[in-house]
C-alpha cells in the first residue's frame, strides 16, 4: 500500500494551502462581518475568492471523471484536498465545492436528462447559482427514507406535490435556484424501496413556501442556512421527474455514500486545525507558573488528539480508495465506518482545542466554536450514527458469522 500521494495531487495540496495562506484565512473576520450585513447572499469576500480560485484552476476539484468539467481527480485523490477546504467552515463554496451543491452536481451528472443537465448542472458548475437537497422531514423519522410522507401525485401532464420539509441546507441562499425534492408518488407498492421518487423545483413556484430558517447550536450558517419548506400544491411539468418514478430511493443511495465521505474529509480538516490551535496556545500560555506544554496532561491530551486526527484520516482515505477500486456500494462497509467515527473523533479533538483556549474557545475570536457545531452536525447529517450502526453491524454480524 502506497500512502505517498501522486505529484499532481502534491502540487494541488501545495497551490490550495498558499490559496488559502494568502486569502482564506486573512478574510476569516471579513466574512463574518460581511454575511452579517446580508444573511443570506454570499458575501462580496466569497465572489471575490471564487473568481480568484477559478482563474487559478482551483474549480470543481470533487467532480469525478471530465465529462462535466470535472479535474479528474478520484476520491482518493479528492480526499486530502477536501481535508484542507475543512480547514475554514466556508472555504469550500470558493472552490466551488461545497455541500449540498457538490452532491447535486453528482447527482445531475450522474440522473439528469440531458435538458435538465444544461438548465441546471451548467450553471452550477460554472458557480452561478446554489441548489438544495430537500429529503428530511419534520414529522417522521427520515433517517429511513422510506418513512418520507410528501406526496408528490400525477394529475396529468403534472406533478402536485404536497407536504412539508426541513433542514433543507442551503435552501435559505438567496442564489439557490432549484431544489431537488424526494417524495412518494406510488405510496401503496408493496416496496417500500420504490415508492419514492424525486422532482426537480424551481425557485418561486406557487404553493412552495420557505417557511423559516433553522439554526444548529445556535449557528445559522449564513448565507446558505437550514430551511424548513412547506409545499402546498406545489405543481411542476412531469419533465421535471428525475430519473423515472419509483427510482428516489436509488438516487439517495447514489448521492448520499460520496456525500457521507466528503463531510469526512472536511471534518478532519476542521480538527487538524484544532489540533494545530492546541498545540501552539499550551505553548505559549503560562499557568501556575510554566507553560501549559510542560504538563503532563496536557501532553497526553495532544497526543490523543493527534492519534485521533490521524486514525480518522487513514480511515477516510482507505473508504475513499475501495469506492475508487469497487464503486460505492460495494465501498459502504468502510464508508459507514468512517461516517461513525470521523465526526465523533473530530468532534473530541475540536472540544479538547476549545477546553485549551479556555472561555476563548467558546467565542467567535476562534474558528473552534463553529467548527465544534460543524463535527457534531455532522453525525446526523445523511443520516444519523445510530442508523449506520445498525446496517454495518448486520453487515458484519453476516459476513464474519459466516467464516
Known amino acids: 500500500m502506497d500512502f505517498q500521494h501522486s505529484p499532481r495531487v502534491t502540487e494541488l495540496q501545495n497551490r490550495l494551502n498558499a490559496f488559502m495562506k494568502e486569502h482564506v484565512y486573512p478574510n476569516e473576520h471579513t466574512f463574518a462581518e460581511q454575511v452579517q450585513k446580508n444573511r443570506w447572499v454570499s458575501p462580496p469576500i466569497v465572489e471575490e475568492l471564487k473568481a480568484k480560485a477559478k482563474a487559478q484552476g482551483l ?39 461545497s ?17 435538465q443537465q444544461k438548465k441546471w448542472l451548467e450553471p452550477l458548475l460554472e458557480g452561478r447559482i446554489r441548489s438544495a437537497y430537500v429529503m428530511t422531514e419534520p414529522n417522521v423519522a427520515s433517517s429511513d427514507a422510506t418513512n418520507v410522507e410528501l406526496s408528490i401525485r400525477a394529475e396529468g401532464d403534472e406533478y402536485v406535490i404536497n407536504g412539508t420539509k426541513w433542514f433543507a441546507t442551503g435552501a435559505m441562499h438567496e442564489n439557490c435556484k432549484i431544489f431537488i425534492v424526494m417524495g412518494k408518488t406510488d405510496p401503496d ?76 474529509m472536511r471534518v478532519i480538516g476542521a480538527a487538524q486545525r484544532a489540533l494545530e490551535y492546541a498545540c501552539k496556545r499550551v505553548e505559549n500560555r503560562v499557568a501556575f507558573g510554566k507553560k501549559l506544554s510542560t504538563q503532563g496532561s496536557v501532553r497526553e491530551a495532544i497526543a490523543v488528539m493527534a492519534s485521533k486526527v490521524e486514525m480518522c484520516r487513514l480511515m477516510t482515505l482507505r473508504a475513499a480508495d475501495k469506492m475508487d477500486r469497487v464503486g460505492n456500494k460495494e465501498a459502504k462497509d468502510l464508508i ?14 475540536i472540544d479538547m482545542a476549545i477546553q485549551m483556549h479556555g472561555a476563548g474557545g467558546l467565542t467567535g475570536d476562534y474558528f473552534l466554536a463553529e467548527a465544534f457545531n460543524y463535527a457534531r452536525w455532522c453525525r446526523i447529517a445523511d ?10 453491524g448486520k453487515q458484519v454480524i453476516q459476513e464474519l458469522s459466516a467464516l
Not at 67 to 87: D, F, V
Not at 254 to 264: A, D, S, T, V
Not at 383 to 392: E, K, S
Request: hydrophobic share 40%; aromatic share 8%.
Open 59 to 97: 474549480w470543481n476539484l470533487f467532480m469525478p471523471g471530465r465529462e462535466h468539467g470535472g479535474a479528474g481527480l478520484t476520491n482518493l485523490e479528492y480526499a486530502p484536498l477536501a481535508e484542507i477546504m475543512g480547514r475554514v467552515f466556508w472555504a469550500a463554496e470558493v472552490f466551488n465545492c
Open 99 to 115: 455541500a449540498p451543491d457538490t452532491g447535486n452536481m453528482e447527482v445531475f451528472a450522474r440522473y439528469a436528462t440531458p435538458e
Open 189 to 264: 407498492n408493496p416496496n417500500r424501496h420504490l415508492q419514492q421518487s424525486q422532482v426537480l423545483v424551481e425557485r418561486g413556484t406557487p404553493g412552495m413556501l420557505i417557511k423559516r430558517p433553522l439554526s444548529t447550536l445556535g449557528y445559522w450558517e449564513e448565507p446558505h442556512g437550514h430551511a424548513e419548506i412547506v409545499f402546498d400544491n406545489v405543481r411542476v411539468p412531469k419533465s421535471n421527474l428525475l430519473l423515472g418514478e419509483g427510482r428516489g430511493f436509488e438516487i439517495a443511495q447514489g448521492r448520499l455514500g460520496p456525500g457521507r465521505i466528503h463531510h469526512c
Open 336 to 349: 459507514a465506518m468512517a461516517k461513525i467515527m470521523v465526526p465523533q473523533l473530530g468532534f473530541e479533538v
Open 383 to 392: 443520516g444519523p450514527d445510530q442508523v449506520h450502526m445498525m446496517a454495518l
